[in-house]
């Protein structure tokens, strides 16, 4: 009876320990004739081969060899007893394969043999290495196609090797005439015609199969196109020439400078060292920076430069395309150099990661994210939502960082069509390029996708490459619209800039021979500013656009410019004018008027007609009571109506060669009376309601 208990405690105590031991522990009956039928199995050792107990017991019999891999037998049955305890010792755990509910799984087994009341039984444990194994074998094949390349890039060497010697052996058999017509035809294949260099043909046939070591370099007219339609295309073509002369200036005669694009050269520097490479192709951006084009000194020439060290066991174009992306770094600054050598690319990891451009991917399903990201995450930093929900709290969380969105259709909470209708709602689309990815390819989907601002459309199955491509174009297209839209908003900003300081200096220059204040002009303005701003937020009578928004007040500026034309005695009289003197003055605004409709351009500058109407018209009256013909109501430009109110105003609060200065009550409560003339009832509202900002106005020209 003390023996039976005494078992039971010891299996007790085996169970305790088999259930916390972090393998899989079993226990089986020194039997080989019967297959080793276990004795005991743990929760664990079921779980690692994904079996059910019951499950297990029916379909094995409990036998430990059906188990076993028919090919690992012998490691599987190997354990440790007294004979071979040193050689289990030396060699260490056994490792072969298990049968799983799910096919075979390689474990790692530690066994021994021991005995129970006489019995000899096997105990052991297993541990689950298959993702192990899988890493192993899949690194072992990217070894050995490693070695292939290498191999393959060796053949090519010698087989170059051959093809310069068969060269060199047919050209020592061309007579001179032959070989002059060859090379004749050679300049005019393989050379561009504009610049001398290297054509994209001359890379296609030969430099694409060049093998390393050399510097790869490709280099980027800043804003070319702009220049180009600014300048026209003979300077255009005089900014190429000039670019390669220059670069041509700073290399070698083996050097090969090819047109690779329109605005794009492609630079290979044989042999250069690595740690050099930078130092010459800032050398290079310097002499660009420096040139000037003929007969175009205003013609500024700037280079992105990206930059790549080719090895022999490189492809050319793997280099080019790294040295593409380098590039594609450098323009994000513009005058730029970014260079990826072998030396400097462990160092320099982290960096380059940060200057990445960002892709969003967005699909429910992981398969198809992780096999995107094998596809670009060298590229570019790669973040992911599993739904439309999370993609668009993505682009709120990380907005102006993101490069692009490649977008499915069929997800779970919100698909991607409403991600699109969104992204149109908050003008998200309008600067974040989204190319949908979808296993549908029917007609219907992709002109949906299209209709709702996607850039492009790619159907699975897909080819890496060509998604790749697409990529890159895609994101490389809307930088390229970003810099342009920035740089014409630049050159608009600037033209408004040059034009709101002449229109200054002219309107001061009338004010001065008026005798009056330059302050005139200006607060002219800040009244019209603040009477059509009031205008357009209580009424939408009069369809004013938002040039003419920006227009009229700066063209208020030239409402007196008439009177360049009256006398200065008339203008500056100290005392009232005579009825003769008063009808020539009265003759200014006609006389601007026709000043300005003269001007060359008059009919194609918006700028130009509101300041006619203004100049002409600031003087009529709502009761058409004014001057110069006698226009009433409506009739009378809503540009000539608002600074006349804003004229007179200004004209009552400011002291005169014949008058002292009203204070703003007073000269607020003469207009709403009709003392200076009848004006607009809706302009009259204005007035009132601004009449706070008009009184602060007012006090801080006063102080």
């Known amino acids: 009876m003390e023996i039976d208990e005494t078992i039971k405690e010891g299996l007790l105590r085996l169970e305790r320990y088999a259930q916390n031991i972090p393998g899989g522990f079993h226990c089986c009956a020194e039997d080989p004739e019967n297959g080793y039928p276990f004795a005991y199995i743990s929760d664990r050792f079921l779980e690692i081969l994904g079996w059910e107990r019951a ?9 430990y060899t059906a188990l076993l891999h028919p090919d690992d037998l012998a490691d599987g049955l190997r354990y440790r007893n007294a004979e071979n305890s040193a050689t289990y010792a030396q060699e260490g755990d056994s490792i072969f394969r298990m049968l799983g509910k799910n096919g075979y799984r390689w474990v790692s087994s530690a066994a021994n043999r021991v005995e129970w ?54 050209f ?51 804003d070319f196109k702009i220049c ?27 050097d090969l400078l090819i047109r690779y694009g329109g605005d794009e050269f492609l630079l290979v520097l044989s ?60 323009k994000n600054h513009k005058d730029a150099v970014a260079v990826d050598t072998q030396d400097s690319r462990l160092a320099a990891q982290e960096q380059v990661l940060e200057e990445k451009p960002v892709i969003l991917l967005v699909d429910d399903a992981m398969m198809n994210r992780m096999m995107l990201t094998s596809i670009l995450g060298d590229d570019y930093r790669i973040l992911e939502a599993e739904n439309g929900k999370q993609c668009l709290e993505l682009l709120r969380e990380k907005a102006g960082q993101i490069s692009l969105v490649l977008l499915d259709i069929n997800m779970p909470v919100m698909d991607g069509f409403e991600v699109l209708r969104t992204m149109n709602t908050n003008h998200t689309i309008e600067d974040v390029p989204v190319i949908m990815i979808s296993s549908d390819d029917s007609e219907e ?24 491509r697409r990529v890159v174009n895609t994101i490389k297209l809307y930088a ?30 009338v ?57 200065e005695k008339i203008l500056n009289k100290p005392g009232r004018l005579t009825p003769e003197e008063f009808e020539v003055v009265k003759t200014h605004s006609m006389l601007g008027a026709e000043m300005l409709h003269q001007l060359e351009d008059f009919n194609e500058q918006p700028l130009l007609q509101t300041a006619y109407e203004i100049t002409r018209w600031h003087h009529e009256r709502w009761d058409g009571r004014g001057y110069p013909d006698g226009l009433k109501g409506d009739e009378i430009p809503i540009s000539a109506q608002l600074v006349a109110l804003a004229d007179v105003y200004d004209a009552l609060t400011s002291e005169r060669c014949y008058k002292k200065a009203f204070s703003h009550e007073k000269a607020v409560q003469m207009i709403l009376n009709g003392e200076c003339g009848a004006f607009n009832p809706l302009l009259l509202q204005c007035l009132t309601d601004v009449q706070t900002d008009l009184k602060i106005q007012l006090q801080q020209r006063t102080q």
Request: aromatic share 6%.
């Open 55 to 63: 499950e297990f017991a029916a379909k094995f019999n409990n036998r």
């Open 117 to 170: 009341h006489g019995d000899g039984y096997i105990v052991g444990t297993i541990t689950d290495i298959t993702p192990y194994m899988e890493l192993r074998e899949k690194l072992e094949q990217q070894n050995r196609t490693q070695r292939e390349a290498l191999e393959t890039a060796n053949r090519n060497l010698l087989r170059m090797m051959q093809q310069m010697e068969e060269q060199k052996t047919q």
């Open 172 to 222: 020592a058999q061309t007579t001179a005439r032959n070989m002059e017509k060859e090379e004749r035809y050679r300049q005019r294949l393989n050379h561009d015609a504009l610049t001398g260099t290297y054509n994209r043909r001359y890379y296609e046939d030969v430099v694409r199969n060049n093998l390393g070591p050399a510097g790869i370099a490709l280099m980027d007219i800043d």
């Open 228 to 254: 180009n339609d600014t300048y026209g295309h003979h300077a255009g073509d005089m900014a190429l020439e000039t670019v390669a002369n220059t670069i041509r200036s700073c290399i070698r005669e083996t």
């Open 271 to 330: 042999g250069i060292p690595a740690d050099y490479l930078r130092t010459k192709l800032e050398q290079i951006r310097d002499a660009v920076q420096k040139a000037v084009v003929p007969g175009y000194p205003h013609f500024r020439l700037s280079l992105s430069i990206g930059g790549a060290m080719q090895t022999l066991a490189d492809p050319m174009e793997n280099v080019v395309r790294r040295a593409d992306l380098l590039m594609y770094q450098a």
């Open 445 to 468: 989907a992709i002109r949906k996708a299209y209709e709702l601002g996607a850039s492009d459309y790619v159907s699975r199955p897909f080819d890496a490459k060509i998604v790749y």
């Open 480 to 509: 390229k619209q970003r810099r342009l839209v920035q740089m014409v908003s630049d050159q608009i900003r600037a033209r408004e800039n040059n034009t709101d300081m002449l229109v200054g200096v002219l309107s001061h220059i």
């Open 511 to 567: 004010e001065f021979r008026n005798g009056e204040s330059g302050a005139h002009v200006r607060h002219i303005r800040i009244i019209t500013e603040l009477l059509l701003h009031r205008l357009l937020e209580i009424s939408s009578q009069y369809p004013i656009t938002a040039e003419q928004q920006d227009n009229i007040p700066l063209a208020s500026a030239l409402h007196d410019i008439g009177k360049i034309g009256i006398d």
